[in-house]
């Protein structure tokens, strides 16, 4: 069952700050963080495991909550550079060897 | 060491003619994913293998998609009597495979369209 993923679009100026969260109806073994540039490959953020661990590195954090099943996105004082669709893909559990992604969120930063 | 390459990058189809989409894993990764995404969408699973074997096919929307893995690294991903509704780009990922977290590493995706 897909994620579904929050807000569809944002619009922020450089070095403000934003949110984007993914909930599923399903219990979440693991999230996993995706950003995708206009024609280009997804590319790997950061993943988190159930357990309500956060993660993060320069300014891009994301948090797990399991109680909820829902992990957050979190961009700080953000650049010209995190424009993108940001994903987040879902595993149900440990066997599944895939994941099932949300619609997107798309994140345009203007100077 | 070189990312996830895909071939050909572009494919323009007739209705009806048959495809074959290419997809070269990162060495040494055992997992391997094709996935299906429309315009505005997020990546939609199609089917997996480790090493050679196809795990998990259940993606695939219909008899006439088929992937393989002969050897546990290239893969390619067959369309036969393509039809309109198969237009998408289809994205390859490979993974280390040895624990469910792996991260998925994309290619950049053949953009196929069926006219």
């Known amino acids: 069952q897909q994620p579904v993923q929050s807000p569809q679009a944002v619009i922020l100026r450089e070095g403000e700050d934003a949110v984007i969260n993914c909930s599923s109806s399903?219990?979440?073994?693991?999230v996993h963080w995706y950003r995708q540039k206009h024609g280009e490959a997804p590319v790997f953020l950061m993943i988190?495991?159930?357990?309500?661990e956060q993660k993060g590195h320069d300014k891009i954090s994301a948090s797990f909550n399991e109680k909820k099943q829902q992990s957050s996105l979190y961009l700080t004082a953000s650049q010209l550079s995190y424009s993108g669709t940001y994903f987040c893909?879902?595993?149900?559990?440990?066997?599944?060897?895939?994941?099932?992604f949300g619609d997107g969120t798309t994140l345009t930063v203007k100077p | 060491g070189a990312g996830v390459s895909q071939s050909p990058r572009y494919k323009v189809a007739k209705r009806g003619q048959d495809v074959a989409l290419r997809c070269d894993p990162i060495?040494?990764?055992?997992?391997l994913f094709w996935y299906q995404q429309a315009l505005g969408q997020g990546p939609e699973f199609l089917t997996y293998?480790?090493?050679?074997?196809?795990?998990?096919k259940s993606g695939l929307p219909s008899d006439r998609f088929f992937a393989e893995r002969p050897e546990g690294s290239v893969s390619t991903l067959k369309i036969q009597r393509t039809q309109q509704e198969d237009s998408a780009v289809y994205l390859c990922?490979?993974?280390?495979?040895?624990?469910?977290?792996?991260?998925?590493?994309f290619g950049n995706g053949t953009r196929l369209t069926v006219t």
């Open positions: 990922a490979s993974s280390l495979g040895v624990i469910i977290y792996s991260p998925l590493h």
């Open positions: 988190l495991l159930k357990g309500g």
């Open positions: 060495s040494g990764h055992v997992s």
């Open positions: 293998f480790q090493n050679e074997a196809q795990l998990d």
């Open positions: 399903k219990a979440l073994y693991s």
């Open positions: 893909g879902t595993d149900y559990n440990t066997n599944a060897g895939k994941s099932t």
